[in-house]
């Protein structure tokens, strides 16, 4: 949709333009999606069926929303999507501070300005991305920041203390007509907060001496840690009452959601087959669960996409140093991950010196389960006889996925090789190396064959 094309009042009014309050606008887009059957809220998974619908009965009743919930939830994601539920394009007046519309200006300045040029008044267009504005909660952060203060150079202007035009407007007032979301909520300090209640509730401001009853037109939204969790700081029990809904998140609860997250979210250098990314997506969930971790911290979804995003770096390094065509990760690269993700993760005081055991546990926990899923029923029987009979693989973070395939022993006229790259559904050289090395892995956790590790080497025999 191109941009509008009135540029005064006057052709507003012409083109039947109606005003409409930021919320009754969210609410019929939001409806008008809901009948056409269009997902709003593209990009998100895992809510479909208990924050989604919460937040759309919110968005309805015109509420204030706070979302809570462990870090890695998507809460930033989820407010950053309700721009979409803005029209297009919305008319303001031209130069003005707070963005006023054409229809209804509100600051000193915009009213005179409507009163001397009539249907003259110049508008101009913003985007919905114009419209949406956010803020990192910081202890920093100050009441001029978010309601505004009084400027200085306005005053050595020549205008009077008690002119109202001498205030600078701070975030919250200069996202009029608007939505403003405040990430880390509880971050704000106490008395920040404190001067945010008007604005929640009489939407009007307070600066140092001043009173302004401005009529803001704004949708404020926020994201916060659960209290029982966030030590640097609380939501006054004020400001929560005043937002009409206060909704938990949470992580996907579903497999094929944290999967489906890891793939959306993840920057791959490399080909990352889907066991690969199971693996890791079992390996958080498993995380999750564990009671060596401070489940009170979370283990963030952002845990399995740095994950997914280092074994594809580990296989462009190898496809580099080996001169392989092509870089697909392979299983011997979730090991290099393990490696730098472990600051991700709090535990529990009590498992101090254990961390990378606990690891290194729950990743071989996550490799037999996907092993499970997926080569279940096959009969691996005849590569166990050989391995038993004397055959070695080898296998390792530099070692080519064309050396490994050779290096396999002959298995007569056995397909096993086969049936294992058919269920994985391994195709290319480095695709069907990952696939035996899965293989082979699950039958090292099964106990079946031995395994060797150390100089960049890992050999099964």
Not at 185 to 206: G, Y
Not at 372 to 387: N, S, T, W, Y
Request: aromatic share 4%; net charge negative; charged share 30%.
């Amino acid at each position: 949709m191109k941009r509008p094309e009135p540029t005064t009042v006057g052709g507003l009014r012409a083109s039947g333009h109606e005003l409409k309050t930021v919320r009754a606008e969210i609410r019929d887009n939001l409806l008008s999606a809901l009948r056409e059957g269009r997902d709003p809220w593209p990009g998100l998974h895992g809510f479909e069926t208990t924050v989604i619908p919460q937040l759309e009965r919110a968005l309805i009743a015109g509420h204030d929303v706070v979302l809570l919930g462990e870090r890695g939830q998507g809460k930033t994601r989820l407010l950053r999507t309700l721009s979409g539920l803005l029209d297009e394009w919305s008319p303001v007046i031209e130069g003005s501070e707070l963005g006023e519309h054409p229809f209804d200006p509100i600051t000193t300045e915009s009213l005179r300005r409507a009163a001397e040029l009539g249907d003259d008044l110049p508008v101009v267009w913003r985007s919905r991305e114009e419209r949406y504005v956010e803020k990192l909660a910081t202890p920093d952060t100050s009441v001029a920041d978010l309601i505004g203060d009084v400027d200085p150079m306005k005053v050595a202007e020549g205008r009077s203390l008690g002119d109202p035009e001498t205030i600078h407007f701070g975030l919250i007032p200069r996202s009029h007509r608007g939505i403003v979301a405040i990430n880390e909520l509880p971050d704000l300090a106490e008395r920040i907060q404190v001067a945010m209640l008007n604005v929640m509730e009489e939407r009007d401001i307070q600066i140092r001496g001043y009173v302004l009853r401005l009529p803001l037109d704004v949708l404020v939204v926020a994201s916060a840690n659960p209290e029982d969790y966030t030590n640097r700081g609380r939501i006054i029990t004020p400001l929560k009452d005043r937002f009409g809904a206060e909704i938990r998140t949470h992580y996907p609860t579903e497999l094929v959601d944290e999967v489906a997250v890891i793939r959306q979210e993840a920057d791959l250098g490399a080909d990352v087959p889907d066991h690969l990314v199971e693996i890791l997506a079992r390996f958080t969930r498993n995380l999750r669960e564990s009671s060596a971790v401070d489940q009170r911290s979370g283990v963030s979804a952002r845990f399995a996409i740095a994950g997914a995003e280092t074994i594809a770096a580990a296989a462009l390094h190898r496809a580099a140093r080996q001169g392989e065509a092509e870089a697909v990760a392979r299983p011997v690269d979730l090991e290099t991950a393990v490696d730098v993700l472990g600051g991700k993760i709090e535990f529990e005081s009590g498992e101090e010196g254990r961390e990378e055991e606990i690891l290194d546990h729950l990743l071989r926990t996550a490799t037999a389960e996907t092993v499970r899923a997926h080569l279940r029923g096959v009969d691996f029987a005849v590569l166990v006889d050989a391995i038993e009979n004397g055959a070695l693989i080898t296998t390792g973070e530099q070692v080519a996925a064309r050396d490994v395939l050779t290096g396999l022993p002959a298995l007569g006229e056995s397909e096993l090789y086969d049936e294992i790259c058919d269920r994985l559904g391994a195709t290319s050289d480095g695709q069907r190396a990952g696939a035996i090395e899965l293989a082979l892995e699950g039958l090292y956790l099964a106990r079946r064959v031995g395994k060797e590790s150390g100089g960049g080497e890992t050999i099964y025999g």
